[in-house]
T-cell receptor
């Protein structure tokens, strides 16, 4: 069965410093992987997705993620945090076939001025 | 503008009352989904529909019902049988959900349901 583990429930960084949000997945197949961002009381916005093409995926707002099959990881990074990056981030997995999305429990990113 | 709309933004339910949450999309997507979000638990799938007049239960369907009479609309009814309905409800859609597809799901802005 699929599962997604976000290793940190809360990450706090200073403005201008790098961001690392960690995600590990468990899947029988090579899944599609997504990162979504959610600002308070808003819906989820897609940041980026991996679907078995290039392992380094660039997304919106300067975020990127690297798919590492050997480590079953898909960590989200950004070189320099901005105050507007403060939000909840979800790592999501989907196998092929008629299977639903599997969500991690989320990581809340705080950015300190 | 293409997108997914959910209404209302906030909804209050009295004990024993059924309430219906609206979800409309003009993206011409075949598949639509309803999720429930509780603090610290991520999103859990309630129901999904791959095509008009067809829908399947997700992980937590008890106490909920849906219909899919039109491609663009997928309303969710929270019945009185749902004993803990207070949550943030998110609707999503994707182009398709067929056997080999890994289509991106796009989300609406959500409806927060509160019990009086």
């Amino acid at each position: 069965a699929q599962s997604v583990t976000q290793l940190d429930s809360h990450v706090s960084v200073s403005e201008g410093t790098p961001v690392l949000l960690r995600c590990n997945y468990s899947s029988s197949y090579s899944p599609s992987l997504f990162w979504y961002v959610q600002h308070p009381n808003k819906g989820l916005q897609l940041l980026l997705k991996y679907t078995s093409a290039a392992t380094l995926v660039k997304g919106i707002n300067g975020f990127e993620a690297e798919f590492k099959k050997s480590e079953t990881s898909f960590h989200l990074t950004k070189p320099s945090a901005h105050m507007s990056d403060a939000a909840e981030y979800f790592c999501v997995s989907k196998d092929s076939g008629n299977t639903p999305l599997v969500f991690g429990k989320g990581t809340r990113l705080s950015v300190i001025a | 503008d293409g997108g997914i709309t959910q209404s209302p933004k906030y909804l209050f339910r009295k004990e024993g009352q059924n309430v219906t949450l609206s979800c409309e999309q003009n993206l011409n997507h075949d598949a639509m989904y309803w999720y429930r979000q509780d603090p610290g638990q991520g999103l859990r799938l309630i129901y999904y529909s791959q095509i008009v007049n067809d829908f399947q239960k997700g992980d937590i369907a008890e106490g909920y019902s849906v219909s899919r009479e039109k491609k663009e609309s997928f309303p969710l009814t929270v019945t009185s049988a749902q004993k803990n309905p207070t949550a943030f409800y998110l609707c999503a859609s994707s182009r398709t959900s067929g056997p080999t597809r890994r289509e991106t799901q796009y989300f609406g802005p959500g409806t927060r349901l509160l019990v009086l």
